[in-house]
C-alpha cells in the first residue's frame, strides 16, 4: 500500500506546488506552497514514531491514560477497580515508555511487567494499571497504521459482539421478586434478550451473621423466588445470569446453584472468591448450573490452572484489569483448548467497552459481554467520549468499530467536572 505520509510523498508534493507557484502572478507568490504544507501530513514513516510522553485522569472508578508521541498522534486506554491511588505508578510506567517505538506492544509489556516481578505485578493495581498502558498503545498502533484493533489482533471471526444488561438493581437496598420481574421487562423493553441480577444483599433481615458466609434458608428461598420472577416475567428465551460477588461459601454455592437449575440460567457468577480453584472445580461437578468466575484474576497464568480442573464452565476476565488486550486475547485462547466460553467483564465507559470488543471478535469462543445499565441512565457516559457511529447497541448487540484504533475517543474538556479531586489531570 501506498505510503503517503512518507517523507518522499510529502517532498514530491511540495515541488509539484512550487513549480505551480512559479508561473503564477508574483501577488500570489507562495501561497500555493503554504497551503499545501498546511493540509499535508507531517507524519513521517512508522518506524519513526516514538512515545514523548504518558498522562492520565481519573473519573469515578476508572483511569483512564493517554500516550502522546513525536508526530501528534496518541493512545487512549482504561483500566478500573484497582486503580485508586496509583498515579505515580501511571508515571513510573509512563518513564519506561519515553523514546520506544509504540508498536513493540508485546515486548512493552513484558519489560513492565518483569520489572515489577517484586513490586507487584502478579496481580492487583500493578495489572490494572499496566492494562490501561497496553490499551492506549494497541489505540496508539492503531491509529497510526489506520487500522481498527481487531485487524492488529488477527482479524475478526464477527462484525459486533452480544452483551447482556447489567439491571444495577443492586442500587435498591433490598429489591422484592416484583421489582426484579419489573426490573428485567424494562431492559428486555430495550432490546436486550440477556440480563444479569446480583443476589447478594447484607440487608436481608433472614442473614444472620453478615461476617458468617453461610446464606440461611431464609436467604436462600428469597434468592430463588427473586429469579424464579424473573423468568416467569421473561419466558424461557431470555437468558439470565446471575452475580453473588464472591460472598459466600462453598455449602451456600452448592445449595443455590442446585435449586435454580430449573431456572436454566446463563451461569452462576462467583458464588464464592475466586481464592480457591479447587472449591470451583467441587461447585461444577455437582451442579447442572453452569458455574463462571474470572473478573478477579489477574493475566494469563492466572487462569491456566482453574481450566485445567474444570473448575468453571465460562471465564469472564476484566480486560481493563487482567492486563489488557494482547493478554484478555491470550486467556481467551487458552480457555478455548479446553473447550469452554470467554464472557468478559465489563465495567468502564465506552472506551472499555469498545476495546473489549475489539477482543471479543478475534476470537471464537466468545459467548457474550457485559453492558452496563448506567450507558443509558448517566448522563456521564456519553460526555466523556467521543463516538460518532450511531447508537451505542441495537437489540442487544454492539459492532465493533472499523474506525483506526479502538474508534471511541476521550472528551477530555468534559471529563474535567467528573475528575476525582486532588488528583492531578492529564497534566
Known amino acids: 500500500m501506498k505510503n503517503t505520509n512518507s517523507r518522499r510523498a510529502f517532498l514530491g508534493k511540495a515541488a509539484a506546488v512550487?513549480?505551480?507557484?512559479?508561473?503564477?502572478p508574483l501577488s500570489g507568490f507562495g501561497n500555493g506552497l503554504e497551503k499545501a504544507m498546511e493540509q499535508t501530513s507531517r507524519n513521517s514513516i512508522p518506524s519513526d514514531l516514538r512515545i514523548t510522553d504518558v498522562k492520565c485522569g481519573y473519573v469515578r472508578g476508572s483511569l483512564f491514560v493517554k500516550i502522546l508521541t513525536n508526530q501528534d498522534i496518541y493512545g487512549c486506554g482504561e483500566g478500573v477497580d484497582a486503580i485508586s491511588g496509583t498515579y505515580h505508578l501511571v508515571m513510573s510506567m509512563g518513564r519506561r515508555l519515553r523514546g520506544q517505538s509504540p508498536f513493540n506492544i508485546h515486548r512493552i509489556f513484558e519489560d513492565i511487567r518483569r520489572a515489577g516481578f517484586f513490586g507487584g505485578a502478579q496481580s492487583g493495581?500493578?495489572?490494572?494499571?499496566?492494562?490501561?498502558?497496553?490499551?492506549?498503545?494497541?489505540?496508539?498502533?492503531?491509529?497510526?497504521?489506520?487500522l481498527p484493533v481487531y485487524q492488529l489482533l488477527g482479524g475478526k471471526f464477527r462484525d459486533s459482539v452480544r452483551v447482556y444488561c447489567d439491571t444495577a438493581l443492586y442500587r435498591s437496598r433490598f429489591p422484592s421478586p416484583k421489582e426484579f420481574a419489573d426490573s428485567a421487562v424494562e431492559a428486555v423493553k430495550l432490546g436486550f434478550n440477556a440480563l444479569k441480577f446480583d443476589l447478594d444483599y447484607t440487608a436481608d433481615p433472614d442473614k444472620f451473621d453478615r461476617y458468617n458466609w453461610t446464606a440461611s434458608q431464609g436467604e436462600l428461598q428469597r434468592m430463588y423466588d427473586q429469579l424464579a420472577a424473573v423468568r416467569q416475567a421473561v419466558g424461557p428465551k431470555i437468558d439470565i445470569a446471575v452475580d453473588m460477588h464472591g460472598r459466600y461459601d462453598l455449602n451456600t454455592a452448592l445449595a443455590i446453584s442446585r435449586r435454580v437449575e430449573n431456572l436454566n440460567l446463563l451461569w452462576l457468577e462467583e458464588p464464592i472468591p475466586a481464592d480457591n480453584i479447587e472449591a470451583y472445580r467441587l461447585i461444577s461437578q455437582e451442579t447442572g448450573t453452569p458455574i463462571a468466575a474470572g473478573e478477579n484474576i489477574y493475566l494469563a497464568y492466572g487462569f491456566r490452572k482453574l481450566l485445567e480442573i474444570g473448575g468453571v464452565d465460562a471465564i469472564m476476565p476484566d480486560l481493563q484489569k487482567c492486563g489488557g488486550l494482547g493478554e484478555g486475547q491470550r486467556i481467551a485462547n487458552l480457555a478455548n483448548l479446553y473447550y469452554i466460553p470467554f464472557a468478559p467483564h465489563m465495567v468502564a465507559s465506552l472506551l472499555g467497552a469498545m476495546a473489549c470488543a475489539h477482543v471479543c471478535v478475534s476470537v471464537p469462543n466468545f459467548l457474550i459481554m457485559e453492558w452496563q445499565s448506567y450507558f443509558h441512565t448517566t448522563p456521564m457516559y456519553k460526555e466523556i467520549v467521543i463516538f460518532d457511529e450511531g447508537n451505542w447497541v441495537e437489540k442487544s448487540f454492539l459492532k465493533v468499530s472499523d474506525k483506526p484504533g479502538i474508534g471511541v475517543d476521550l472528551n477530555i474538556e468534559a471529563m474535567k467536572k467528573y475528575a476525582v479531586q486532588g488528583v492531578p489531570f492529564f497534566e
Open 125 to 146: 493495581v500493578y495489572v490494572a494499571v499496566l492494562s490501561a498502558i497496553e490499551t492506549a498503545l494497541w489505540d496508539l498502533c492503531g491509529k497510526a497504521l489506520g
Open 18 to 24: 512550487t513549480a505551480a507557484a512559479a508561473v503564477a
